[in-house]
Protein backbone atom coordinates (compact mmCIF):
# COMPACT_ATOMS: atom_id res chain seq x y z
CA UNK A 1 0.00 0.00 0.00
CA UNK A 2 1.39 3.38 -1.36
CA UNK A 3 1.81 6.09 1.88
CA UNK A 4 0.54 9.64 1.64
CA UNK A 5 4.34 10.54 2.22
CA UNK A 6 5.49 8.97 -0.78
CA UNK A 7 2.70 10.20 -3.01
CA UNK A 8 3.55 13.58 -1.70
CA UNK A 9 7.41 13.13 -2.00
CA UNK A 10 6.65 12.42 -5.69
CA UNK A 11 4.46 15.52 -6.02
CA UNK A 12 7.11 17.78 -4.69
CA UNK A 13 10.03 16.61 -7.48
CA UNK A 14 6.92 16.40 -10.47
CA UNK A 15 6.20 20.37 -9.22
CA UNK A 16 10.02 21.50 -9.54
CA UNK A 17 10.53 19.63 -12.54
CA UNK A 18 7.78 21.18 -14.00
CA UNK A 19 8.85 24.98 -12.98
CA UNK A 20 12.28 24.21 -14.25
CA UNK A 21 10.67 23.58 -17.47
CA UNK A 22 8.95 27.06 -17.41
CA UNK A 23 12.12 29.14 -16.29
CA UNK A 24 13.90 27.30 -18.85
CA UNK A 25 11.26 28.28 -21.68
CA UNK A 26 11.25 31.62 -20.25
CA UNK A 27 14.93 32.02 -20.86
CA UNK A 28 15.05 31.01 -24.27
CA UNK A 29 14.21 34.36 -26.67
CA UNK A 30 11.95 34.04 -29.41
CA UNK A 31 13.38 34.34 -32.87
CA UNK A 32 12.09 37.22 -34.57
CA UNK A 33 11.15 37.41 -38.12
CA UNK A 34 14.03 38.52 -40.44
CA UNK A 35 13.15 40.86 -42.70
CA UNK A 36 15.77 41.50 -45.58
CA UNK A 37 15.32 45.42 -47.06
CA UNK A 38 17.16 46.21 -50.73
CA UNK A 39 17.05 49.45 -51.88
CA UNK A 40 16.33 49.92 -55.93
CA UNK A 41 16.60 53.30 -56.39
CA UNK A 42 18.95 53.55 -59.97
CA UNK A 43 18.51 53.01 -63.63
CA UNK A 44 17.30 49.42 -64.48
CA UNK A 45 20.21 48.15 -65.87
CA UNK A 46 23.10 45.30 -65.43
CA UNK A 47 24.58 46.98 -62.55
CA UNK A 48 21.16 46.81 -60.52
CA UNK A 49 20.79 43.25 -62.18
CA UNK A 50 24.28 42.07 -60.22
CA UNK A 51 23.04 43.88 -57.05
CA UNK A 52 19.61 42.02 -57.36
CA UNK A 53 21.18 38.36 -57.72
CA UNK A 54 23.77 39.54 -54.55
CA UNK A 55 20.90 40.65 -52.13
CA UNK A 56 18.73 37.86 -52.82
CA UNK A 57 21.41 35.54 -52.30
CA UNK A 58 22.39 37.31 -49.04
CA UNK A 59 18.92 36.83 -47.98
CA UNK A 60 18.57 33.59 -48.87
CA UNK A 61 21.63 32.73 -46.61
CA UNK A 62 20.64 34.41 -44.04
CA UNK A 63 17.05 32.59 -43.66
CA UNK A 64 14.58 36.03 -44.14
CA UNK A 65 11.20 35.53 -43.92
CA UNK A 66 10.68 38.39 -45.66
CA UNK A 67 12.43 40.72 -48.82
CA UNK A 68 11.32 44.33 -49.26
CA UNK A 69 12.15 46.07 -52.04
CA UNK A 70 12.27 49.81 -51.92
CA UNK A 71 11.63 50.82 -55.38
CA UNK A 72 11.91 54.50 -56.88
CA UNK A 73 13.30 54.36 -60.56
CA UNK A 74 11.93 55.36 -64.01
CA UNK A 75 13.10 52.02 -65.54
CA UNK A 76 15.71 51.13 -67.97
CA UNK A 77 16.52 47.97 -70.00
CA UNK A 78 14.08 45.46 -70.57
CA UNK A 79 16.58 42.33 -70.59
CA UNK A 80 17.91 43.72 -66.77
CA UNK A 81 13.96 43.88 -65.65
CA UNK A 82 13.29 40.60 -66.89
CA UNK A 83 16.28 39.03 -65.67
CA UNK A 84 15.14 40.77 -62.13
CA UNK A 85 10.87 39.91 -62.11
CA UNK A 86 11.92 36.05 -63.18
CA UNK A 87 14.30 35.73 -60.14
CA UNK A 88 11.25 37.05 -58.50
CA UNK A 89 9.28 35.08 -59.41
CA UNK A 90 11.52 31.91 -58.54
CA UNK A 91 11.95 32.89 -54.97
CA UNK A 92 10.78 30.92 -51.79
CA UNK A 93 10.57 33.64 -49.63
CA UNK A 94 8.07 36.38 -50.20
CA UNK A 95 9.08 39.28 -51.95
CA UNK A 96 7.04 42.71 -51.90
CA UNK A 97 7.62 45.69 -52.89
CA UNK A 98 7.50 49.50 -51.59
CA UNK A 99 7.13 52.09 -53.99
CA UNK A 100 8.41 55.00 -52.94
CA UNK A 101 7.07 57.50 -55.49
CA UNK A 102 8.38 55.78 -58.86
CA UNK A 103 7.62 52.56 -61.05
CA UNK A 104 7.47 53.64 -64.06
CA UNK A 105 9.09 51.67 -67.34
CA UNK A 106 11.10 48.33 -66.22
CA UNK A 107 10.02 49.82 -62.94
CA UNK A 108 6.28 48.63 -62.98
CA UNK A 109 7.78 45.10 -64.45
CA UNK A 110 9.59 44.31 -61.56
CA UNK A 111 7.07 45.59 -59.23
CA UNK A 112 4.39 43.21 -60.64
CA UNK A 113 6.50 40.56 -59.97
CA UNK A 114 6.19 40.42 -56.27
CA UNK A 115 3.13 39.27 -54.17
CA UNK A 116 2.25 42.30 -53.03
CA UNK A 117 2.29 45.97 -53.55
CA UNK A 118 2.53 48.62 -51.22
CA UNK A 119 2.73 51.96 -52.33
CA UNK A 120 3.03 55.74 -50.81
CA UNK A 121 0.19 58.25 -51.46
CA UNK A 122 1.21 59.92 -54.64
CA UNK A 123 2.98 57.55 -56.27
CA UNK A 124 3.25 56.11 -60.13
CA UNK A 125 2.74 52.44 -61.40
CA UNK A 126 2.95 51.81 -65.30
CA UNK A 127 4.48 53.45 -68.22
CA UNK A 128 6.18 50.27 -69.55
CA UNK A 129 5.98 50.90 -73.35
CA UNK A 130 9.32 50.36 -74.74
CA UNK A 131 11.16 53.36 -76.35
CA UNK A 132 14.81 53.89 -77.77
CA UNK A 133 17.45 56.22 -76.20
CA UNK A 134 15.52 59.24 -78.29
CA UNK A 135 12.34 58.60 -76.42
CA UNK A 136 10.67 57.07 -79.49
CA UNK A 137 8.29 54.14 -79.32
CA UNK A 138 10.55 51.19 -81.14
CA UNK A 139 9.26 48.63 -83.35
CA UNK A 140 6.16 46.42 -82.30
CA UNK A 141 8.32 43.04 -82.36
CA UNK A 142 9.58 44.48 -78.63
CA UNK A 143 6.40 45.56 -77.64
CA UNK A 144 5.10 42.45 -78.35
CA UNK A 145 7.61 40.76 -75.91
CA UNK A 146 6.52 43.22 -73.51
CA UNK A 147 3.56 42.90 -73.75
CA UNK A 148 3.81 39.54 -73.16
CA UNK A 149 5.94 39.52 -70.16
CA UNK A 150 3.37 42.02 -68.60
CA UNK A 151 0.85 39.81 -69.18
CA UNK A 152 2.81 36.75 -67.76
CA UNK A 153 3.86 38.52 -64.95
CA UNK A 154 0.50 39.46 -63.73
CA UNK A 155 -1.32 35.68 -64.16
CA UNK A 156 1.78 34.31 -62.13
CA UNK A 157 0.00 35.52 -59.50
CA UNK A 158 -3.01 33.47 -60.29
CA UNK A 159 -6.75 34.13 -59.26
CA UNK A 160 -9.18 34.22 -56.52
CA UNK A 161 -12.51 32.77 -56.37
CA UNK A 162 -15.39 34.72 -55.25
CA UNK A 163 -18.80 32.92 -54.07
CA UNK A 164 -21.75 34.95 -53.22
CA UNK A 165 -25.14 33.64 -52.76
CA UNK A 166 -26.50 33.43 -56.45
CA UNK A 167 -23.05 33.01 -58.00
CA UNK A 168 -19.56 32.42 -57.68
CA UNK A 169 -16.99 34.37 -59.26
CA UNK A 170 -13.47 33.52 -60.28
CA UNK A 171 -11.42 37.05 -60.62
CA UNK A 172 -7.07 37.33 -61.20
CA UNK A 173 -5.90 38.83 -58.50
CA UNK A 174 -3.81 41.39 -60.96
CA UNK A 175 -5.71 41.73 -64.37
CA UNK A 176 -3.49 40.63 -67.25
CA UNK A 177 -5.47 43.24 -69.23
CA UNK A 178 -4.24 46.10 -66.76
CA UNK A 179 -0.80 45.35 -67.18
CA UNK A 180 -0.85 44.86 -71.00
CA UNK A 181 -2.48 48.41 -71.17
CA UNK A 182 0.60 49.94 -69.71
CA UNK A 183 2.11 49.02 -72.49
CA UNK A 184 -0.15 49.24 -75.37
CA UNK A 185 -1.76 52.33 -75.74
CA UNK A 186 -5.00 50.72 -78.20
CA UNK A 187 -5.61 48.62 -74.98
CA UNK A 188 -9.40 49.38 -73.92
CA UNK A 189 -10.76 48.57 -70.18
CA UNK A 190 -14.21 50.41 -69.76
CA UNK A 191 -13.76 52.75 -66.66
CA UNK A 192 -10.06 52.66 -66.63
CA UNK A 193 -8.58 53.80 -70.11
CA UNK A 194 -9.59 54.54 -73.63
CA UNK A 195 -7.40 53.67 -76.66
CA UNK A 196 -4.30 55.93 -77.56
CA UNK A 197 -3.38 56.31 -74.00
CA UNK A 198 -0.62 54.07 -72.23
CA UNK A 199 -2.02 53.58 -68.97
CA UNK A 200 -0.14 55.23 -65.68
CA UNK A 201 -1.70 54.44 -62.39
CA UNK A 202 -1.78 56.22 -59.06
CA UNK A 203 -1.22 54.82 -55.73
CA UNK A 204 -5.31 55.32 -55.20
CA UNK A 205 -6.04 53.75 -58.70
CA UNK A 206 -3.35 51.05 -58.32
CA UNK A 207 -5.44 50.11 -54.84
CA UNK A 208 -8.88 49.77 -57.14
CA UNK A 209 -7.51 47.37 -59.62
CA UNK A 210 -5.93 45.29 -57.24
CA UNK A 211 -2.46 46.24 -58.23
CA UNK A 212 -1.60 47.83 -54.74
CA UNK A 213 -2.34 46.29 -51.17
CA UNK A 214 -2.30 49.50 -49.42
CA UNK A 215 -0.61 53.17 -48.77
CA UNK A 216 2.34 53.58 -46.49
CA UNK A 217 4.08 56.36 -45.62
CA UNK A 218 7.07 54.31 -44.41
CA UNK A 219 9.39 51.07 -44.23
CA UNK A 220 8.07 50.17 -40.62
CA UNK A 221 4.37 50.91 -42.09
CA UNK A 222 4.76 48.98 -45.25
CA UNK A 223 5.92 45.70 -42.80
CA UNK A 224 3.07 46.46 -40.21
CA UNK A 225 0.92 46.04 -43.33
CA UNK A 226 2.60 42.79 -44.33
CA UNK A 227 1.53 41.39 -40.94
CA UNK A 228 4.58 40.99 -39.29
CA UNK A 229 4.72 43.74 -36.11
CA UNK A 230 8.55 42.36 -34.27
CA UNK A 231 11.16 42.22 -36.78
CA UNK A 232 14.72 42.13 -37.23
CA UNK A 233 15.66 44.89 -40.53
CA UNK A 234 18.42 43.61 -42.58
CA UNK A 235 19.41 45.70 -45.38
CA UNK A 236 21.58 45.03 -48.23
CA UNK A 237 24.48 47.63 -48.65
CA UNK A 238 26.32 48.88 -51.77
CA UNK A 239 30.29 48.69 -51.32
CA UNK A 240 32.57 51.64 -52.95
CA UNK A 241 34.07 48.92 -55.62
CA UNK A 242 29.98 47.95 -56.75
CA UNK A 243 29.38 51.85 -57.05
CA UNK A 244 32.54 52.59 -58.90
CA UNK A 245 31.60 49.50 -61.18
CA UNK A 246 27.95 50.34 -61.36
CA UNK A 247 28.84 54.29 -62.37
CA UNK A 248 31.92 52.19 -64.95
CA UNK A 249 29.18 50.05 -66.52
CA UNK A 250 26.36 53.22 -67.07
CA UNK A 251 26.16 53.15 -71.23
CA UNK A 252 26.68 56.81 -71.26
CA UNK A 253 29.94 56.41 -69.36
CA UNK A 254 30.96 52.99 -72.08
CA UNK A 255 30.19 55.22 -75.07
CA UNK A 256 32.10 58.28 -73.83
CA UNK A 257 35.32 55.36 -73.24
CA UNK A 258 34.71 53.73 -76.76
CA UNK A 259 34.87 57.22 -78.57
CA UNK A 260 38.56 57.56 -75.97
CA UNK A 261 39.52 53.85 -77.36
CA UNK A 262 38.48 55.25 -81.09
CA UNK A 263 39.86 58.27 -81.47
CA UNK A 264 43.03 57.29 -79.22
CA UNK A 265 43.97 54.16 -81.97
CA UNK A 266 43.10 57.29 -84.65
CA UNK A 267 45.56 59.80 -83.36
CA UNK A 268 48.30 57.01 -82.66
CA UNK A 269 47.87 55.82 -86.42
CA UNK A 270 48.75 59.58 -87.27
CA UNK A 271 51.63 60.57 -85.21
CA UNK A 272 54.93 58.29 -85.19
CA UNK A 273 56.37 56.44 -82.54
CA UNK A 274 54.30 55.61 -79.49
CA UNK A 275 52.77 57.85 -77.43
CA UNK A 276 50.14 59.57 -75.16
CA UNK A 277 46.95 58.54 -77.51
CA UNK A 278 47.78 54.80 -77.45
CA UNK A 279 48.18 55.31 -73.35
CA UNK A 280 44.78 56.86 -73.51
CA UNK A 281 43.09 53.93 -75.46
CA UNK A 282 44.87 51.31 -73.51
CA UNK A 283 43.07 52.98 -70.47
CA UNK A 284 40.25 53.73 -71.76
CA UNK A 285 39.97 50.09 -73.03
CA UNK A 286 41.12 48.85 -69.12
CA UNK A 287 38.09 50.80 -67.89
CA UNK A 288 35.79 49.76 -70.45
CA UNK A 289 36.73 45.67 -70.07
CA UNK A 290 36.98 45.39 -66.21
CA UNK A 291 33.92 46.19 -64.75
CA UNK A 292 32.39 44.26 -67.07
CA UNK A 293 34.40 41.35 -66.54
CA UNK A 294 34.27 41.77 -62.85
CA UNK A 295 30.66 41.75 -63.36
CA UNK A 296 30.73 38.59 -65.01
CA UNK A 297 28.86 40.12 -68.31
CA UNK A 298 31.96 40.02 -70.89
CA UNK A 299 33.61 37.05 -71.29
CA UNK A 300 37.48 36.02 -71.88
CA UNK A 301 36.79 35.16 -75.52
CA UNK A 302 34.90 38.53 -76.00
CA UNK A 303 37.76 40.47 -74.81
CA UNK A 304 40.09 38.07 -77.23
CA UNK A 305 37.84 39.43 -80.00
CA UNK A 306 38.59 43.05 -79.25
CA UNK A 307 42.04 42.59 -79.02
CA UNK A 308 43.03 39.90 -81.90
CA UNK A 309 40.96 42.93 -83.73
CA UNK A 310 43.22 45.78 -82.67
CA UNK A 311 46.46 42.97 -83.73
CA UNK A 312 44.68 42.46 -87.10
CA UNK A 313 44.09 46.10 -87.85
CA UNK A 314 47.91 46.67 -86.88
CA UNK A 315 48.90 43.96 -89.17
CA UNK A 316 47.13 45.33 -92.01
CA UNK A 317 48.41 49.21 -91.74
CA UNK A 318 52.18 48.49 -91.08
CA UNK A 319 52.99 45.19 -92.63
CA UNK A 320 50.28 44.76 -95.75
CA UNK A 321 50.35 47.50 -98.24
CA UNK A 322 46.52 48.42 -99.47
CA UNK A 323 43.68 47.82 -97.01
CA UNK A 324 42.16 44.72 -97.65
CA UNK A 325 40.64 42.08 -95.99
CA UNK A 326 43.27 42.02 -92.54
CA UNK A 327 41.35 45.19 -91.85
CA UNK A 328 38.44 44.98 -92.51
CA UNK A 329 38.30 41.90 -90.54
CA UNK A 330 40.25 43.77 -87.73
CA UNK A 331 37.30 46.19 -87.59
CA UNK A 332 34.47 43.91 -87.84
CA UNK A 333 36.03 41.97 -84.52
CA UNK A 334 36.59 45.13 -82.64
CA UNK A 335 33.60 46.14 -83.13
CA UNK A 336 31.90 42.73 -82.25
CA UNK A 337 33.95 42.37 -79.04
CA UNK A 338 33.04 45.54 -77.74
CA UNK A 339 29.75 44.98 -78.27
CA UNK A 340 28.95 40.85 -77.30
CA UNK A 341 31.14 42.31 -73.66
CA UNK A 342 28.03 44.64 -72.96
CA UNK A 343 25.53 41.84 -73.35
CA UNK A 344 24.71 39.65 -70.23
CA UNK A 345 24.74 36.17 -71.24
CA UNK A 346 21.45 35.36 -70.10
CA UNK A 347 19.66 37.60 -72.89
CA UNK A 348 19.97 34.58 -75.12
CA UNK A 349 17.26 32.93 -73.29
CA UNK A 350 14.97 35.16 -74.56
CA UNK A 351 11.73 34.45 -76.78
CA UNK A 352 10.95 37.46 -79.53
CA UNK A 353 13.52 39.83 -77.95
CA UNK A 354 16.24 38.08 -77.04
CA UNK A 355 19.03 40.28 -80.04
CA UNK A 356 17.07 43.36 -78.39
CA UNK A 357 20.12 44.18 -76.14
CA UNK A 358 23.02 43.23 -79.19
CA UNK A 359 21.05 45.29 -81.15
CA UNK A 360 21.42 48.37 -78.91
CA UNK A 361 25.12 47.23 -77.33
CA UNK A 362 25.71 46.98 -81.83
CA UNK A 363 23.97 50.67 -82.41
CA UNK A 364 26.08 52.40 -78.94
CA UNK A 365 29.82 51.01 -80.52
CA UNK A 366 28.99 52.02 -83.73
CA UNK A 367 27.72 55.43 -83.20
CA UNK A 368 30.12 56.28 -80.69
CA UNK A 369 32.80 55.10 -83.23
CA UNK A 370 31.10 56.94 -86.02
CA UNK A 371 30.97 60.36 -83.39
CA UNK A 372 35.11 59.45 -81.91
CA UNK A 373 36.57 59.04 -85.91
CA UNK A 374 34.48 62.35 -87.00
CA UNK A 375 35.64 64.11 -83.77
CA UNK A 376 39.01 63.23 -84.12
CA UNK A 377 39.65 64.50 -87.46
CA UNK A 378 38.51 67.68 -87.13
CA UNK A 379 40.54 67.85 -83.80
CA UNK A 380 43.42 67.05 -85.67
CA UNK A 381 43.07 69.25 -88.23
CA UNK A 382 41.97 72.37 -86.00
CA UNK A 383 45.40 71.33 -83.91
CA UNK A 384 47.74 70.84 -87.07
CA UNK A 385 46.30 74.45 -88.09
CA UNK A 386 47.50 76.27 -84.30
CA UNK A 387 51.15 77.35 -83.37
CA UNK A 388 52.53 74.03 -81.14
CA UNK A 389 51.50 71.60 -83.68
CA UNK A 390 52.30 72.79 -87.00
CA UNK A 391 55.54 71.42 -86.80
CA UNK A 392 54.08 68.17 -87.48
CA UNK A 393 52.91 68.78 -90.89
CA UNK A 394 54.68 70.38 -94.43
CA UNK A 395 53.63 73.59 -94.62
CA UNK A 396 56.13 75.14 -97.46
CA UNK A 397 55.59 74.60 -101.26
CA UNK A 398 59.22 73.26 -102.63
CA UNK A 399 58.50 74.39 -106.15
CA UNK A 400 60.56 73.29 -109.23
CA UNK A 401 61.81 76.36 -110.68
CA UNK A 402 63.56 76.83 -107.42
CA UNK A 403 65.30 73.77 -107.90
CA UNK A 404 63.50 70.73 -105.50
CA UNK A 405 63.18 67.90 -107.17
CA UNK A 406 61.87 64.84 -106.44
CA UNK A 407 64.40 62.26 -106.90
CA UNK A 408 68.40 62.62 -106.42
CA UNK A 409 70.23 64.21 -109.36
CA UNK A 410 73.22 62.00 -109.70
CA UNK A 411 71.35 59.45 -110.29
CA UNK A 412 71.36 61.09 -114.20
CA UNK A 413 75.04 60.40 -114.05
CA UNK A 414 74.69 56.77 -113.73
CA UNK A 415 73.86 56.56 -117.80
CA UNK A 416 76.46 54.82 -120.13
CA UNK A 417 78.01 53.92 -116.59
CA UNK A 418 79.02 50.07 -115.82
CA UNK A 419 78.76 47.80 -113.15
CA UNK A 420 77.94 44.50 -111.85
CA UNK A 421 75.11 42.25 -111.25
CA UNK A 422 74.67 42.14 -107.15
CA UNK A 423 71.70 39.66 -107.69
CA UNK A 424 70.26 38.26 -110.71
CA UNK A 425 68.06 40.20 -112.67
CA UNK A 426 64.66 38.18 -113.91
CA UNK A 427 64.35 41.21 -114.84
CA UNK A 428 64.31 43.04 -112.02
CA UNK A 429 67.10 42.88 -108.90
CA UNK A 430 69.95 44.85 -108.18
CA UNK A 431 73.42 46.27 -109.27
CA UNK A 432 76.51 47.35 -108.28
CA UNK A 433 78.07 50.80 -109.61
CA UNK A 434 81.11 52.46 -107.62
CA UNK A 435 80.62 50.23 -104.72
CA UNK A 436 77.09 51.53 -104.23
CA UNK A 437 73.79 49.30 -105.11
CA UNK A 438 70.85 50.44 -106.48
CA UNK A 439 67.14 48.68 -107.95
CA UNK A 440 67.83 47.85 -111.71
CA UNK A 441 65.88 46.01 -114.28
CA UNK A 442 67.03 44.20 -117.16
CA UNK A 443 66.17 45.54 -120.81
CA UNK A 444 66.63 42.29 -122.33
CA UNK A 445 66.73 38.40 -120.67
CA UNK A 446 67.95 37.61 -117.60
CA UNK A 447 71.17 38.52 -116.17
CA UNK A 448 72.89 36.31 -113.36
CA UNK A 449 74.54 37.20 -110.42
CA UNK A 450 78.22 38.47 -111.36
CA UNK A 451 77.37 39.08 -115.01
CA UNK A 452 78.72 43.15 -116.23
CA UNK A 453 75.86 45.02 -116.67
CA UNK A 454 75.56 48.59 -118.78
CA UNK A 455 73.15 51.32 -117.39
CA UNK A 456 70.96 52.63 -120.44
CA UNK A 457 68.77 54.91 -118.67
CA UNK A 458 67.24 55.79 -115.25
CA UNK A 459 62.89 55.76 -114.89
CA UNK A 460 60.28 55.97 -112.05
CA UNK A 461 63.28 55.02 -109.25
CA UNK A 462 65.39 52.21 -110.79
CA UNK A 463 67.95 52.03 -113.22
CA UNK A 464 67.16 49.97 -116.45
CA UNK A 465 70.40 48.12 -117.75
CA UNK A 466 71.70 45.10 -120.21
CA UNK A 467 74.32 43.17 -120.54
CA UNK A 468 77.64 44.19 -121.33
CA UNK A 469 79.12 42.02 -124.58
Known amino acids: ?25 QDVPESKPLVYKFDMKSEVGPALWRWTQKSFDEAEELGADLILIHMNTYGGLVDAADSIRTRILNMQTPV ?31 AATVVDATGSAVPDKFQSFMRSAM ?27 IAEAMVDPSTYIPGIIDTGKVLTLTSEEAIEVGY ?54 YFELQTPGIGFPLGAAIFAAVLYFAPLYLEGIAQNWEIALFLLGIVLLAVEIFAIPGFGVAGIAGIILIITGL ?57 STQNKNEGYSSFDSKFNSLTGQTGIAATSLRPSGRVEIDFEQYDAKSLVGFIDKGEIVKVVKFETGQVYVVKES
Open 339 to 395: ALAMVDNIVWEFEGAGTEPLIKSLFLVIFSAFVALIGSISLSRKLLDTSMFSHLILS
Open 96 to 126: IVYIDNNAISAGALIAIAAQQIYMRPGASIG
Open 212 to 265: CEGLATSISEVIKLAGIEDYELVEYELTSLERVIGFLINPIFQGILIMLIIGGL
Open 151 to 177: RATAESHGRDTIITENDTIVRWRRDPA
Open 1 to 25: MISIRYVCHKLTILIILLSAAALSA
